[in-house]
């Protein structure tokens, strides 16, 4: 099967040394990445008939936007009650997808979260461009245009995808229930210009006053983590040379993202703080990741209030969740066992099912969940 032994390809790729590969491609997870990839690999225009009626038939309407232009280009997806006026005044959950470095908007939609869309009765947007001046121009055609229920408005995103919907969260909390990052950890420090697609995207740093502004308004998150990624993010503790982005030459201005144990620490404890949680410092975060006889706290290089192994496509799911001292878990961390750096329909799932949780009143801002 041709797209079989392309994915296992990217995959070989997309990992670590120690990445068995044999034993995923025999793999509930690379089966369901199959499937959820199945529309792609058979209709190769996003915008056929066929790729329509795909998306008709599961219960979302898509609708493609700019297709002329690569970095103005967007695509919406519309529940079918809305579009067949079965549902009159129903106001719909929004969820924001960002694709990873140089995967088009038609991989985005199979990463799974489109897929649960048109299960749950959501709107779905996913942005070629995933700058702060597309974000805004979505937001506010959304606010124009689509029937919204403002309390439940979500963002997710895989790699570059991740690293962007951390900084949006961070950016603008009051707009979002909760976040979803898939194979990507960073919420601190400086990043700069990024070369995607052609367009450049303005550099940023994550300041401590941004990260204290959040956890005033609270934003929950969950972070999942291939155990075998290339990008080495796990444990946290571990030290890694710094890592080109993949989009990025290096001589066009991308900063390189520094995947030190120390930054990756730096990044768990800003999510810490924003769930409302202490932050550990950095000596009693290696000494746990050491010494602890605690498995999650091993596989993902930090001790946590609460951890847990979930079974799902056959693979154990590493789980540590921040509990603050008010009894609320706002932040969770997932190390995907055996898994390189791609996403998994147990990922979109296992991210989903934390984040569904929340919601946030438009009026006050008080999150609930």
Known sequence: MKEKEELLHLLDMMSSDDFDLEAYAESESLKGILENQECMHQNPDEGSEETLKYWEDRGLKKILFHTESRPEKWALYLPMSYVNQTAPGKCYPLLFVMHGSGNPIYLAESYGYTHIAAREEMIVIIPETETVEKMEELFAYAKENLPVDWS?????????????????????????AAV???????????????????????????????????????????????EQEILGLLPVTEDEPKFTPPGGDGGDGTDRIDLSGKNKIASVNNWRQIAGCPRIPEEEVRRA?????????????FPFERTSVILREGRSH?????????????????????????????LAELTWEFIRRFSRDPETGELRG
Request: proline share 6%; with cysteine; net charge positive.
């Open 180 to 226: 979803g990052i898939g194979g990507m950890l960073f919420a601190n420090g400086p990043t700069g210009v990024h070369k995607q697609n052609d367009t450049l995207w303005p550099g940023e740093t994550i300041t401590p006053e941004m990260v204290a502004h959040a956890a005033q308004v609270k934003l929950p998150v969950c972070v999942c983590m291939g």
């Open 289 to 301: 990741a050491r010494f602890s006889a605690d498995i999650v706290t091993e596989k993902l290089g």
């Open 318 to 346: 590493f789980v540590g969740d921040c509990v603050n001292p008010q009894g609320e878990n706002l932040a969770r961390f997932v190390c995907m066992g055996k898994s390189a750096h791609w996403p998994s329909r147990a």
């Open 152 to 176: 439940r408005v979500y963002m997710v995103g895989y790699s570059l995808g991740g690293f962007m919907t951390s900084r949006h969260g961070i950016r603008w909390p009051e707009r979002f």
